[in-house]
């Protein structure tokens, strides 16, 4: 498949906000526009597969590296509250021609739904990856223990493969672990995590889902627009209450579980998930 993907800047509050644009290839007709939201600690990277796999059926793809992340600027005085992230996403959205279909992982999903929820029509559509209003706390504290880990990072690759293997154990450790390296800056010789410390820090303000409950549940009362909820099986942040409290807040919502996966659906299980999306994307016309 061949891949046109191109690296783009957009203006956030916190200053650059880094991204890809994967156009779809020359012939195919354009569906419009998806906007892919990473989760906490994640990158824009995470989406890559999808964002090949969507582009290639006619879908101009943006994915974003949030404030604090990969390599979007970090806020000067430490701010990632959950609402700068939100005004955030209007800012982007507010330069693009047209309103996309919002993808959005855990934090991301997060964003976008309270985006939409308190100021209805900022999106076309709805996917939210893993993420529900009310989730099972001790998935959302085993995340961030390991956001908090390693704080004095890592002597080698090694070390960061055997630390995301122990957080996914599910998960195969890769052979080729080079990868990795779009995921960590070097400082002095060491390897840390490509996000901003003071992003887990309680001054930077919470964007724990268990303390945004209130605020989530509100937003999703006043959605309008088609969404789906993709789900892992194995997730230890979505469990069965979240999905029908989900549901009963946005009636009109569908859902999907993803038996193999678990909280990082898309990365888990791609082939299946963007199955799933695509018959979702195809009912928007």
């Not at 047209?98 to 959005?104: E, H, S």
């Not at 934090?107 to 559509?125: F, H, K, Q, S, Y």
Request: glycine share 12%.
């Amino acid at each position: 498949m061949s891949v046109n993907r191109e690296a783009v800047e957009f203006r956030g509050g916190a200053g650059s906000i880094a991204a890809d644009r994967w156009l779809p290839a020359a012939g195919v007709a354009d569906r419009g526009i998806v906007l892919m939201l990473h989760g906490g600690g994640q990158t824009r990277h995470s989406w890559n597969r999808a964002a090949a796999d969507l582009s290639a059926e006619g879908w101009t793809v943006y994915t974003l590296d949030a404030r604090g992340h990969g390599d979007s600027d970090w806020s000067a005085d430490g701010d990632y509250r959950l609402s700068e992230l939100v005004t955030d996403l209007h800012t982007v959205i507010g330069q693009l021609n047209q309103a996309p279909v919002v993808f959005g992982a855990s934090l991301g999903g997060m964003t976008g739904l309270i985006a939409e929820g308190e100021n209805p029509g900022t999106v076309r559509a709805l996917v939210l990856v893993d993420i529900t209003p009310k989730v099972e706390p001790e998935g959302v504290r085993r995340i961030g223990e390991f956001m908090k880990g390693n704080p004095d990072g890592f002597a080698s690759l090694d070390e960061v493969a055997d630390a995301v293997t122990a957080y996914q154990p599910h998960r195969t450790r890769p052979k080729n672990i080079e990868g990795l390296r779009r995921n960590l800056r070097e400082r002095n010789g060491r390897l840390y995590w490509h996000w901003d410390p003071a992003f887990t820090s309680p001054r930077s303000g919470s964007v724990d889902p268990v303390d945004n409950h209130s605020r989530m549940a509100t937003a999703a009362r006043d959605i309008a627009v088609p969404t789906l909820l993709v789900h892992g099986g194995r997730s230890d942040i979505v469990g069965a209450d979240g999905v029908e409290e989900l549901l009963g807040l946005i009636p009109h919502a569908q859902a999907v579980n993803v038996s193999a996966a678990g909280h990082m659906v898309a990365g888990d299980d791609n082939a299946i998930f963007v199955q799933e999306v695509g018959g979702f994307l195809d009912t928007l016309g």
